[in-house]
C-alpha cells in the first residue's frame, strides 16, 4: 500500500475569515497574520485550546506534522483543557467525536503519546493512558516542528512522534481507546496560545504499520494562476482572461468563471516554483460554490505533460468551499515532482458529469 491521503496548510492563501472554509471544523477564534510565520508567509494565531477538525478516509495509518510557536503555558495534566497538539479518532458528533490517541504537550514542556477516551479534548472528559514520555521540552517562543505517525490496532499498533526530524517517543502495543481500529478525523489543537504554521495531514489504508509517511520539516508555499491553459471552456464573469479572475491571493467572489454544462473545463498555468529543495507533494485549492438547489459537482485534474488526472466528483454546495486535491508524485511519470515539471503543469477543474 501507500500514503494515499495528504492535506495541506501554510495559510498563506487566505483571510481569517475563510479558515473553515479549508478546514471541516473551525468553532474557536484565530488570526492569519505575517507578524511571525515562516518562510516570509503567514501563520495562523491560535489562543489555548483553539482546535482545527479534517475529516479523512476511515483508515488505520496516521501522520501529520505542524510548526508550532508556542507563547502561553499548557496545562499540567492530561485531562485538563488544553493539552493536546494532535488528537486522531472518528467523528460522532460534529465535534470532538471518540478519540483514538493523541499527542499531549503539559506545563513541563515535554510530549506525551496519549490513548484517551477524549480526555484533554476541550471541553471534553474520559479516561487517558500515558504510553511515552519524551525527552525533549518545548521551548518559548520558537518555530519547532512536531511531526506525529501511529498506526491503530489494539496489540500491535505503533506510535512515534519526532521533534525537528528527531524521533523523541515511540510506542507499540495498544494504540486504540474505542473498540474499533480506524479513525476518520485528525483534530490539531493548541496546547497553549501561539502559532501554527506548515501543517501537513497523510492517511494510509494499509491493514498493517505503512512505512514511512514523514515529510519532515516542510514549507508549504502558496502559488496563483499566472497564465490561461490548455481548456479555457468557463465562462468568465467579466473579460476574456480566465487566470485574472481565481488568481487573488484571498478568495474574492466579485468574479469568477463559471460553467453549466457537463464536463466543461479551465486550466491555469501557475507561477513558477521559487527557491530549491525537493516538492514533497502539490494540492490544489479551489474555491467553489454553485448558485441553485440541485446536484452540481466538480473535478479537480491536473494536466502534467499529456497526463490528465481527475479527482473524484465533489458535490457543490451554495456556500462557498475550498475543494482540494493533492498528487504526491506527478500524475505523468508516477515518480516525485521536479521544478520543472511542477512549473509546465496546468491545474484546473471540471464540471461533473451530470447523475
Given at each position: 500500500?501507500?500514503?494515499?491521503?495528504?492535506?495541506?496548510?501554510?495559510?498563506?492563501?487566505?483571510?481569517?475569515?475563510?479558515?473553515?472554509?479549508?478546514?471541516?471544523?473551525?468553532?474557536?477564534?484565530?488570526?492569519?497574520?505575517?507578524?511571525?510565520?515562516?518562510?516570509?508567509?503567514?501563520?495562523?494565531?491560535?489562543?489555548?485550546?483553539?482546535?482545527?477538525?479534517?475529516?479523512?478516509?476511515?483508515?488505520?495509518?496516521?501522520?501529520?506534522?505542524?510548526?508550532?510557536?508556542?507563547?502561553?503555558?499548557?496545562?499540567?495534566?492530561?485531562?485538563?483543557?488544553?493539552?493536546?497538539?494532535?488528537?486522531?479518532?472518528?467523528?460522532?458528533?460534529?465535534?470532538?467525536?471518540a478519540t483514538q490517541i493523541s499527542l499531549n504537550l503539559l506545563s513541563d514542556g515535554k510530549f506525551r503519546i496519549v490513548r484517551s477516551t477524549n480526555a484533554g479534548?476541550?471541553?471534553?472528559?474520559?479516561?487517558?493512558?500515558?504510553?511515552?514520555?519524551?525527552?525533549?521540552?518545548?521551548?518559548?517562543?520558537?518555530?519547532?516542528?512536531?511531526?506525529?505517525?501511529?498506526?491503530?490496532?489494539?496489540?500491535?499498533?505503533?506510535?512515534?512522534?519526532?521533534?525537528?526530524?528527531?524521533?523523541?517517543?515511540?510506542?507499540?502495543?495498544?494504540?486504540?481507546?474505542?473498540?474499533?481500529?480506524?479513525?476518520?478525523?485528525?483534530?490539531?489543537?493548541?496546547?497553549?496560545?501561539?502559532?501554527?504554521?506548515?501543517?501537513?495531514?497523510?492517511?494510509?489504508?494499509?491493514?498493517?504499520?505503512?512505512?514511512?509517511?514523514?515529510?519532515?520539516?516542510?514549507?508549504?508555499?502558496?502559488?496563483?494562476?499566472?497564465?490561461?491553459?490548455?481548456?479555457t471552456g468557463m465562462t468568465c464573469s467579466t473579460g476574456t482572461t480566465h487566470n485574472t479572475l481565481v488568481k487573488e491571493t484571498t478568495p474574492n467572489t466579485s468574479d469568477y468563471v463559471s460553467s453549466a454544462v457537463a464536463l466543461t473545463k479551465d486550466s491555469f498555468g501557475f507561477q513558477d516554483v521559487s527557491g530549491s529543495g525537493a516538492i514533497q507533494a502539490v494540492q490544489l485549492n479551489a474555491y467553489t460554490s454553485k448558485n441553485d438547489a440541485g446536484f452540481r459537482g466538480a473535478d479537480l485534474f491536473c494536466k502534467s505533460g499529456a497526463t490528465e488526472n481527475f479527482a473524484t466528483s465533489v458535490p457543490l454546495s451554495t456556500s462557498w468551499k475550498y475543494l482540494l486535491q493533492g498528487w504526491q508524485t506527478d500524475p505523468n511519470t508516477g515518480a516525485a515532482w521536479t521544478i520543472a515539471n511542477f512549473n509546465a503543469a496546468e491545474f484546473g477543474v471540471r464540471v461533473s458529469a451530470d447523475l
Open positions: 500500500m501507500a500514503w494515499d491521503y495528504i492535506f495541506l496548510d501554510g495559510f498563506d492563501h487566505y483571510a481569517t475569515a475563510d479558515i473553515d472554509k479549508k478546514w471541516d471544523y473551525a468553532p474557536d477564534s484565530y488570526g492569519i497574520q505575517s507578524t511571525i510565520a515562516r518562510n516570509g508567509g503567514k501563520s495562523t494565531n491560535v489562543g489555548t485550546s483553539c482546535r482545527l477538525t479534517k475529516f479523512t478516509p476511515t483508515n488505520r495509518n496516521f501522520c501529520m506534522g505542524v510548526a508550532f510557536h508556542m507563547y502561553g503555558t499548557p496545562g499540567a495534566t492530561i485531562g485538563s483543557n488544553g493539552t493536546v497538539i494532535w488528537s486522531v479518532g472518528s467523528d460522532l458528533s460534529g465535534n470532538t467525536g479534548i476541550t471541553g471534553a472528559s474520559g479516561s487517558a493512558a500515558t504510553l511515552a514520555t519524551g525527552s525533549f521540552v518545548m521551548p518559548m517562543a520558537t518555530f519547532v516542528y512536531i511531526e506525529f505517525k501511529v498506526f491503530l490496532d489494539d496489540t500491535v499498533g505503533t506510535a512515534e512522534l519526532k521533534i525537528n526530524g528527531v524521533v523523541d517517543a515511540t510506542f507499540t502495543g495498544d494504540t486504540v481507546a474505542q473498540s474499533y481500529n480506524t479513525a476518520n478525523r485528525v483534530i490539531l489543537i493548541s496546547a497553549a496560545a501561539g502559532y501554527w504554521d506548515d501543517v501537513y495531514i497523510r492517511s494510509s489504508s494499509s491493514s498493517s504499520a505503512e512505512s514511512g509517511g514523514y515529510l519532515g520539516d516542510v514549507s508549504i508555499k502558496s502559488y496563483f494562476p499566472n497564465a490561461d491553459g490548455t481548456y
